[in-house]
C-alpha cells in the first residue's frame, strides 16, 4: 500500500469516526432519535426544501411515544417537538429563550431587515411598532381597497369565462393575479392590473421570489443549514434574493413614498401606515422607521402575502370542488349575508361569515402555509418534568402539517370537514392543535389581512359560480418540493359554472 492510499484510508476512517460521534448526539443527550444512515445520515431522505418528509417520519415513528424526537439535518441536530404541551412552551410560555426563527446570520441592508427574518434584539421593537398597523380597526381602513381588487377579479373572471365555452380555469393562476393585485393596492399604493395581464413586472417579481432556479434541493437546504457556507457562497455573488427584487421593490417604494410626500397624497393602505411610522420621530428626533425599514416591511408584506394566501383560495375551492354539500352551505351563507346588507360585501357583513371562516381554518389545517415552524434556542432550556437540556443554538421544528393530520387530535384527518371548527369543537382541542398562523408573540402579524383577502376572494367567486372538478384534475394535489411553503405541484384546473 503506498502512501497516497494510506493517506486516503485514514481520512476515509477520520470521516467515518467524525460522523459516527455527530450521529451520537441525541443518543448522548438521551432524547431518542429517527434512526440514521451510518454514512448519510438524513441525506437521501431529504427530498423538498421543506423537509416534510422527514418530520413525517420522526411523527409516524414516534408519536405517542415521546414527547422529543432528535434527528439530523445534513449533520446539524435538529430536535422535532411531538408533543403539544411543550410546543405551548416554546411558542409561548418560555418564549424568550425562543425568539429567533432562524441561525444567526450577517443581514445587510436593503429588503432583508424585515420582521420575519430579524432575531430578537431587533426584532422585538420592530413588532412593537408594527402591530398597532394590523389591528381590526386597520384592516377596517383596508378593507375598500381589496373590494376595489375583487371587482376586478369578477371582471376578468366573467371576461375568461365568456371565452372559455368549456368552463374550465387555471385557478391557482387566477388568484395569484388576484392577490398580486391586492398587495400591490395595499403595499405599494399602485396598480398592477396582473389580472388584465398575467405579464406584468409585479406578477413576474412576484413568481422570482418563490419559484427561483435552486441549483437542488439539497444544495439548498445545505446553504441554510451551515451559515458558514452561506456566507462562503455570497463570495460567488449568492445572494437569498435576486438583485433585480431587491432592486425593484426599494426602487417601487422610494418613488412612490416621494411622490405621496411631496403630493401629500393619503391611500387606505399599508404603505401609507409605513410613511406615518416614518415620519413620526420620539423625543430625541429619531424617525420610529428609517427608509430601509419601510422597504423591508413591505417587500415582506408583499412576498407573504401574495402566494400564501393565493394558495390558500386555490385548496378551498379545489375541496370545495370536490365537496358539493360544503359548497353549497357556504354559499347560502355568503348570499344570505349579502343580501341582508343591500347586495353589497361590507366589512361588517364579511365578519358575519362564519361558516366561511371554518372553511378557510379548515384549509389552512389540510394546507398549512409551513410544513414546521422553526426556532433557534437562545439559552439552554431544560425540557419540563426530565433531565434533558437543549442547548442554547438548538434547531426546533415543530412539525405543523403533521399535527395538523394526527388522527389522535383530528379524527379522519384527510376529510375536509369545516365543522371541525365550531367554536364548542376548537374547545374539546389543546390550544396550539391548530398553526396554520403560527402561534405566541411571532405567530403570523398579517393573519387578519391574510384572512381578509382569502375571504373576499372566496366571496367574490362563491356568489356568482359554482365549482366542480374536471376530469383533468386529480382528486389529490401534490404539494411541490422546491418551494419553502407549501403550494401545489403543477396547475390545479377547475370547472366553473355561472349561477
Not at 207 to 232: G, K, Q
Request: glycine fraction near 4%.
Amino acid at each position: 500500500m503506498d502512501i497516497f492510499q494510506v493517506i486516503c484510508l485514514t481520512l476515509f476512517l477520520l470521516l467515518i469516526t467524525y460522523l459516527r460521534y455527530k450521529y451520537q448526539y441525541w443518543q448522548l443527550l438521551g432524547v431518542p432519535q429517527l434512526k440514521m444512515n451510518f454514512i448519510f445520515g438524513n441525506f437521501f431522505r431529504i427530498k423538498s426544501i421543506h423537509k416534510a418528509e422527514l418530520f413525517h417520519e420522526v411523527y409516524r415513528e414516534f408519536r405517542g411515544k415521546a414527547n422529543l424526537v432528535g434527528t439530523y439535518i445534513f449533520t446539524q441536530p435538529i430536535a422535532v417537538v411531538l408533543d403539544l404541551d411543550l410546543v405551548k412552551s416554546i411558542l409561548i410560555k418560555d418564549f424568550h429563550k425562543f425568539t429567533n426563527r432562524f441561525v444567526q446570520r450577517k443581514i445587510g441592508s436593503g429588503v432583508r431587515n424585515n420582521l420575519f427574518s430579524l432575531h430578537g434584539e431587533k426584532w422585538r421593537p420592530l413588532r412593537t411598532k408594527l402591530t398597532p398597523t394590523f389591528t381590526s380597526a386597520k384592516m377596517k381602513f383596508m378593507f375598500s381597497t381589496v373590494v376595489v381588487v375583487a371587482r376586478q377579479l369578477e371582471e376578468a373572471f366573467s371576461a375568461h369565462m365568456a371565452k372559455t365555452p368549456s368552463g374550465h380555469v387555471q385557478i391557482h393562476d387566477v388568484m395569484g393575479r388576484f392577490t398580486t393585485d391586492v398587495i400591490g393596492h395595499c403595499a405599494f399604493g399602485v396598480e398592477c392590473n396582473s389580472l388584465k395581464d398575467p405579464n406584468v413586472e409585479f406578477r413576474r417579481i412576484g413568481r422570482r421570489i418563490f419559484y427561483p432556479n435552486y441549483l437542488s434541493i439539497r444544495l439548498r437546504t445545505f446553504m441554510l443549514t451551515y451559515p458558514v457556507v452561506f456566507e462562503f457562497m455570497k463570495l460567488f455573488n449568492y445572494k437569498e434574493y435576486a438583485k433585480e427584487i431587491d432592486d425593484f421593490i426599494v426602487q417601487l417604494v422610494r418613488d412612490t413614498v416621494r411622490l405621496r410626500e411631496e403630493q401629500n397624497i393619503q391611500r387606505n393602505d399599508f404603505l401609507n401606515m409605513l410613511i406615518e411610522l416614518k415620519n413620526t420621530k420620539d423625543v430625541k428626533g429619531v424617525p420610529a422607521m428609517s427608509f430601509d425599514e419601510v422597504a423591508s416591511q413591505v417587500f415582506v408584506f408583499f412576498a407573504a402575502g401574495f402566494e400564501t394566501s393565493s394558495s390558500n383560495i386555490t385548496f378551498g375551492l379545489f375541496e370545495l370542488a370536490k365537496n358539493s354539500r360544503i359548497q353549497e352551505k357556504l354559499r347560502a351563507e355568503i348570499l344570505s349575508v349579502l343580501e341582508k346588507h343591500n347586495g353589497e360585501l361590507t366589512y361588517e357583513g364579511m365578519m358575519e361569515m362564519t361558516y366561511l371562516d371554518q372553511v378557510i381554518t379548515e384549509t389552512l389545517r389540510k394546507y398549512p402555509v409551513l410544513a414546521a415552524l422553526t426556532r433557534i434556542a437562545t439559552d439552554d432550556f431544560k425540557i419540563p418534568d426530565t433531565d434533558i437540556t437543549l442547548k442554547k443554538g438548538t434547531h426546533i421544528y415543530i412539525p405543523a402539517k403533521e399535527i395538523h393530520y394526527d388522527p389522535e387530535i383530528y379524527d379522519n384527518p384527510e376529510e375536509f370537514r369545516p365543522e371541525r371548527f365550531d367554536p364548542e369543537e376548537v374547545e374539546k382541542r389543546h390550544p396550539q392543535a391548530f398553526l396554520g398562523f403560527g402561534d405566541g408573540p411571532r405567530n403570523c402579524i398579517g393573519l387578519r389581512f391574510g384572512r381578509m383577502q382569502v375571504r373576499v376572494g372566496l366571496i367574490t367567486l362563491l356568489k356568482s359560480y359554482r365549482f366542480s372538478l374536471p376530469e383533468q384534475t386529480p382528486t389529490e394535489l401534490e404539494i411541490s418540493k422546491r418551494t419553502t411553503v407549501l403550494v401545489p405541484q403543477t396547475e390545479v384546473w377547475l370547472k366553473a359554472e355561472k349561477l
